[in-house]
């Protein structure tokens, strides 16, 4: 009980000193994870050694880091079915996130990673198909937020909802004076000209992508990372894996170092480095403190497949530096 009551009391404090921060998942899942120590084998039957499901989804992902690093969020998520049932009952439990769900029709995908050997096989499910209420339904929600207040929206679109639909959302954030984040494989330039977000997080692949630049190497992101601030983003964070990760702003550009470490979980790495970053900006944090908190939770996540907690994350940071860029390069 003293623990629940000193949960509260910590909500009470940030929500007086802290901007609230929202985050929109609009496909969540259940991730099963299994793992198989033996080679793979066709048609016979591969038998595991371990299994795990949590809940997953970008969003989701952020307010689960964000509870680890003692901050409170709001999570708004399309929950359906007795997935989404699961969901919500692993949600509930969690003090520092507030959830609010969106019924819908149908049940939350199921995402498969199998990990084998040296290798892993990501199956994620394409998910229910969301009816057009549920656009009117999120819209809704974002009525409360208020002038500062940070508000995610990661991962991709639930089938069914309709193409403009981020772009009424951004407009939403917007008329509200709130920050937007967004952390979307499917972004574009033209879109982000659109949405003008606050933030966008890549990853450096990811990156590539978005601006048809396939080749494009290190040396050349600061560079490539400035062209797209024209499009009205105000930041990039790029995550570089195992090389850290790049911050680039109106005021230049920030680079994250950290030491080599020993990789053996590949899913929700970027999330917690996204969740740490918002996280400790909205706590009033520099860009380069956010930064150093951003690469030790995404690191702290990498290297393992159990839960991490606040005092792993905080060990992380002597694993990292960060370095204030001249003109950004």
């Not at 990673?113 to 929600?141: F, I």
């Not at 480095?273 to 908190?293: D, I, P, Q, R, Y």
């Amino acid at each position: 009980m003293l623990e629940i009551a000193n949960d509260i009391a910590y909500i009470e404090t940030a929500r007086r000193y802290c901007f609230m921060i929202i985050t929109i998942t609009l496909n969540p899942s259940i991730d099963y994870t299994m793992t198989v120590d033996e080679p793979l084998v066709d048609i016979e039957v591969n038998r595991t050694v371990d299994e795990r499901m949590k809940v997953g989804g970008k969003g989701l992902n952020v307010s689960m880091m964000l509870d680890k690093l003692r901050i409170p969020s709001q999570a708004i998520a399309l929950l359906g079915d007795f997935t989404g049932d699961y969901i919500q009952s692993r949600l509930r439990s969690v003090p520092l996130i507030d959830l609010v769900t969106v019924p819908i029709a149908g049940m939350n995908r199921i995402n498969v990673k199998l990990y084998h050997g040296q290798g892993t096989l990501c199956v994620n499910a394409r998910g229910p198909q969301a009816e057009p209420k549920s656009e009117q339904a999120v819209l809704k929600l974002l009525d409360s937020i208020g002038p500062g207040d940070w508000v995610a929206v990661c991962g991709n679109m639930m089938r069914g909802l309709s193409g403009d639909f981020l772009i009424r959302l951004s407009d939403c954030v917007h008329a509200h004076s709130a920050k937007l984040v967004i952390d979307m494989e499917t972004l574009t330039p033209a879109l982000i000209q659109r949405c003008r977000p606050v933030l966008i997080k890549p990853n450096f692949y990811e990156f590539k992508l978005l601006i048809h630049q396939p080749e494009l190497t290190l040396s050349e992101l600061p560079e490539a990372a400035a062209q797209l601030l024209e499009n009205g983003v105000e930041n990039i964070l790029i995550s570089l894996g195992a090389e850290g990760a790049y911050l680039a702003g109106s005021e230049g550009g920030y680079r994250l170092f950290q030491q080599p470490i020993e990789a053996v979980n590949q899913v929700g790495s970027g999330d917690a480095m996204l969740a740490a970053f918002v996280g400790k900006l909205s706590e009033g944090c520099s860009k380069a403190e956010a930064l150093a908190w951003a690469g030790a939770a995404g690191s702290s996540v990498a290297m393992t497949q159990e839960e991490v907690r606040l005092e792993q994350i905080e060990h992380g940071l002597s694993r990292v530096h960060v370095e204030k860029l001249e003109s950004g390069r």
